[in-house]
């Protein structure tokens, strides 16, 4: 048979020839048969890889070409679809003469690390199995962690390292020129911390091909915020090759802290006792979390949270920058005015109330001031009987301050410790206010009767015993009369010991009732501050 038809297999009967006789009678025949024997295949999907599950629907698309004795006996185009997580198989098909050769190619891998390689088979004549086309696409994957680094030189500050940041991740992919996402997210990372995001416990995946990139969303008032990979353009991007283990897409953010620096100064108008003030020193930072800024207690060490100072003394404190600070003296003397100066205008009280917002730099002062109150103390001098006409009669002042380490000498002018007045006049002398003075007549003449009529009647000889305390306002005084039944002796040794005596007598008696008095208010404290 010189044309089969396309049949798998040609057979005659009788196998070999026949041969022609001369006997008319015999019918001569030769059966050739055509026999045409068929199979079939189908197509089969495998997806692996780390990547593999990643879609809800995976779409591949084939085209299968058979021919046979040079003919196309088959082309089609096959698609197949399905989540991937058992094969994919296709319809079969059938009747293609055994011995066709058939080459099936995969047009879309649909993301793929790479397209599988065409396969070819001939159609075997065992009817039955079905051959296969088996395809395995192979899918790479990542994951994705944030590293948080912090600089600058508040970077070690342990408030700032308990500070948490808020990152937003997003992963897109390129499909037919469109980005879609693959993953969209808020990663919270502390200073020093890697943090990766999960679902379900599970860290994301996301497939090759993803660009993968980080916005600083809550930067925690940081002078600085830089991460590596900012963008579409700039992003991390998982590549293939990464079958066995995902890829680990890396985004680093790092936030820059500067410390800053404020000063608290003293100044004191009035008599400096050289007393140290006491102080007490605040500062809040802005914290966000879940969008809502809260005013944050920022931790001072000790010795800046409280501290003293003296008159003409000052105290530089570092504090991170951002912070809001407030500065109040504690303890102050009793009638004494503060006022503070600062040189922040912004905050509610202006720069007249001792506080600091949004500390940056090393220019940043609060001056508080003590404006002391004074008091007056008159002393004046009455003669009764005959005295001598202008004499001059002589007095010693002592004051005593109640300061915070104690009762301590008030200093005196010289002309105010020691002073003299005739009959009918006084002095009065200007003090810081809160004090106790006594005063005393010295050389008292021979034959006077010394009495002192004063304003306070709390001290242990009352009215009179020339004590004043606790001074406050003008109306403070202490009148001193000496008081004569007969004209006094003004010469003579005799006349100028009695003098000299009285006059030791009554220092003695005054320097006593000061002492009291110190050991009186000491014993009454309460609190040892300034009166």
């Known amino acids: 048979e010189t044309d089969n038809a396309g049949a798998t297999s040609v057979d005659y009967w009788p196998a070999s020839s026949v041969v022609l006789t001369d006997d ?57 679809t399905g989540d991937g997580t058992t094969n994919l198989m296709s319809d079969q098909f059938d009747d293609l003469p055994v011995g066709s050769e058939c080459t099936i190619t995969e047009t879309a891998a649909d993301g793929a690390d790479e397209t599988p390689a065409p396969v070819q088979i001939a159609i075997d004549p065992d009817p039955e199995t079905v051959q296969t086309a088996g395809f395995v696409n192979a899918y790479s994957a990542g ?12 970077a070690d500050d342990e408030f700032v390292k308990n500070l948490s940041f808020d990152v937003a991740v997003t992963c897109h992919v390129d499909v037919n020129g469109a980005r879609l996402d693959v993953y969209s997210g808020i990663v919270q990372v502390k200073g020093g911390e890697t943090m990766a995001p999960e679902i379900g416990g599970q860290r994301v995946l996301v497939p090759l091909g993803a660009r993968c990139f980080g916005e600083e969303v809550t930067t925690q008032g940081a002078s600085d915020a830089v991460i590596d990979f900012d963008s579409y353009d700039n992003a991390a991007i998982v590549e293939a090759g990464n079958l066995d283990e995902p890829q680990v897409l890396t985004l680093s953010a790092t936030n820059t802290f500067d410390l800053a620096s404020l000063t608290v100064s003293k100044t004191v108008v009035g008599p400096d006792m050289g007393e140290a003030y006491n102080f007490e020193l605040a500062c809040t930072y802005p914290v966000t979390e879940n969008g809502v800024i809260t005013d944050v207690a920022y931790p001072l060490a000790d010795e800046d949270a409280k501290f003293t100072l003296k008159h003409g003394k000052s105290r530089t404190i570092e504090v991170l920058q951002g912070v809001n600070c407030g500065v109040v003296e504690t303890d102050a003397p009793a009638g004494a005015t503060i006022t503070y100066s600062d040189n922040d205008d912004s905050t509610t009280g202006g720069d007249t109330d001792g506080e600091l917002a949004d500390v940056t730099g090393a220019e940043n002062t609060v001056d508080v001031t003590n404006t002391l109150e004074l008091a007056k103390l008159t002393v004046s001098k009455q003669v009764a009987g005959p005295g001598v006409d202008g004499a001059d009669y002589s007095f010693e002042l002592a004051c005593v301050y109640h300061g915070t380490g104690g009762d301590v000498d008030y200093p005196l002018d010289s002309s105010d410790a020691k002073f003299t007045l005739k009959d009918g006049e006084s002095r009065t002398i200007e003090v810081l206010a809160g004090i106790d003075c006594g005063v005393v007549e010295t050389n008292v003449p021979g034959g006077a009767q010394v009495t002192y009529l004063d304003t306070d009647d709390s001290t242990d000889g009352g009215y009179t015993d020339g004590e004043v305390t606790d001074l ?28 000299i005596a009285g006059g030791i007598l009554l220092l003695a008696g005054a320097g006593l009732l000061l002492a009291l008095r110190r050991r009186n208010r000491v014993e009454a404290a309460t609190g040892g501050g300034n009166p």
Do not use: R
């Open 472 to 499: 406050h306002g003008d109306g403070n005084s202490i009148e001193v009369t000496n008081t004569f039944t007969t004209m006094p002796v003004t010469g003579g040794a005799p006349m100028t010991a009695i003098w």
């Open 24 to 80: 008319g009678d015999t019918e001569l025949k030769i059966v050739v048969e055509n026999t045409f024997e068929v199979g079939s295949f189908n197509i089969m999907k495998e997806v692996t890889g780390v990547g593999a599950g990643l879609k809800d629907n995976y779409e591949f698309e084939f085209t299968a070409v058979c021919t046979y004795q040079g003919k196309e006996v088959l082309n089609e185009i096959v698609s197949l």
């Open 143 to 154: 994951t994705i962690e944030v590293v948080k680094a912090l600089d600058g030189d508040a």
